[in-house]
């Protein structure tokens, strides 16, 4: 399989909105995902940032995503809102593509983000 080829066309079906079980599982696999190869999930020279940003926004609320993604994707996040290679392009795309509902999600997850859940998010992908 081409990555590649394969991860665009995934990403283009998500969010997925009228089977809430199946987002909920796609998101999972989502949040893992860009913990664990945020590279290969992001694309050469952060290709593919713009459409996760905008996945983001919907999905970072509970209808969307069980208690276990929330927290990865507070930490997914974070990290993209401090990461110097990434920060400012994030936080532009957050302002330009984001409705106003999707800036407030994003800002509530980020501010669940701490040690305890970096930790347990850790804990989570290494068990």
Not at 20 to 32: C, R, S, V
Not at 89 to 99: D, G, H, I, P, T
Request: proline share 3%; with cysteine; hydrophobic share 40%.
């Amino acid at each position: 399989m081409n990555l590649n080829e394969l991860i665009p066309q995934w990403l283009s079906c998500l969010p997925l909105t009228h089977d809430m079980e199946e987002a909920q599982l796609q998101n999972q696999f989502l949040a893992t995902s860009l913990i664990q190869a945020p590279e290969v999930m992001l694309g050469e020279g952060n290709s593919r940032m713009e459409q996760i940003v905008v996945i983001l926004g919907e999905i970072c609320q509970k209808k969307q995503s069980s208690a276990e993604t929330l927290e990865k994707l507070s930490v997914i996040v974070a990290d993209f809102s401090q990461n110097p290679a990434t920060a400012e392009v994030f936080k532009n795309l957050c302002e330009a593509k984001l409705s106003e509902d999707g800036k407030s999600r994003l800002s509530e997850i980020y501010n669940k983000c701490n040690e305890e859940v970096r930790q347990k998010v850790k804990a989570s992908l290494t068990a």
